[in-house]
């Protein structure tokens, strides 16, 4: 699994689509967590990551 990935999975009887934003250290126990976020098939949009400049000017976000 890295960041960026996109997956399905099935959650009682639900299709949800699934993308991984990070990873952290959980500070008590150690183990490996993972963020995910949902996402809603009607609202994916693919577009070059040459034109996310136009969108989003580089110095109103940070990555």
């Given amino acids: 699994m ?3 990935d ?3 999975v099935y ?3 639900n299709v949800l689509t ?5 990873f952290y250290q959980e500070e008590y126990s150690g183990e490996e967590m993972v963020i995910l976020a949902v996402v809603n098939q ?3 949009v693919h577009i070059p990551a040459s034109d996310l400049e ?3 000017p580089h110095k109103k976000y940070l990555n």
């Avoid at 699934?18 to 990070?22: D, F, K, N, P, R």
């Fill in 11 to 13: 959650i009682d009887g």
């Fill in 2 to 4: 890295n960041k960026g």
């Fill in 18 to 22: 699934v993308c991984v934003l990070g």
């Fill in 54 to 56: 136009a969108i989003f």
């Fill in 42 to 44: 009607d609202n994916l």
């Fill in 6 to 8: 996109l997956f399905t």
